[in-house]
């Protein structure tokens, strides 16, 4: 196998896949953001973990958490990084039926 001939190849997720950041080498990993009672944002496995998220919702019945879209200049930061140092970059999202992340690839 020639080795200085392989392609890199990236991939792009969000935090809906579960992978944390820095988990694998060659994947990019950019948060969704999680609102807690329309009052502070949070990105997800940056400010908060998927685990607070879960304990809210088990012990305050009355919470309100919702997701939305990563930031898109994260979004955009990621991509170019991965574009200027890999031969080929996949990214993976959240369904298109559950997320508009889908479409801003």
Excluded: C
Excluded at 17 to 40: C, G, H, M, W
Excluded at 87 to 99: A, K, Y
Aim: avoid cysteine.
């Amino acid at each position: 196998m020639d080795l200085k001939n392989m392609k890199k190849i990236a991939i792009i997720t969000d935090s809906s896949s579960t992978i944390r950041a820095n988990e694998y080498n060659d994947v990019f990993v950019v948060p969704l953001q999680i609102t807690v009672n329309n009052n502070k944002t949070y990105l997800d496995g940056v400010d908060i973990e998927q685990e607070e998220v879960y304990d809210l919702l088990v012990n305050d019945k009355n919470v309100d958490i919702k997701t939305s879209m990563p930031v898109v200049q994260t979004m955009l930061e990621v991509t170019k990084k991965a574009a200027t140092d890999y031969d080929h970059v996949f990214v993976l999202t959240i369904s298109g039926g559950l997320s508009g992340t889908y479409n801003q690839w």
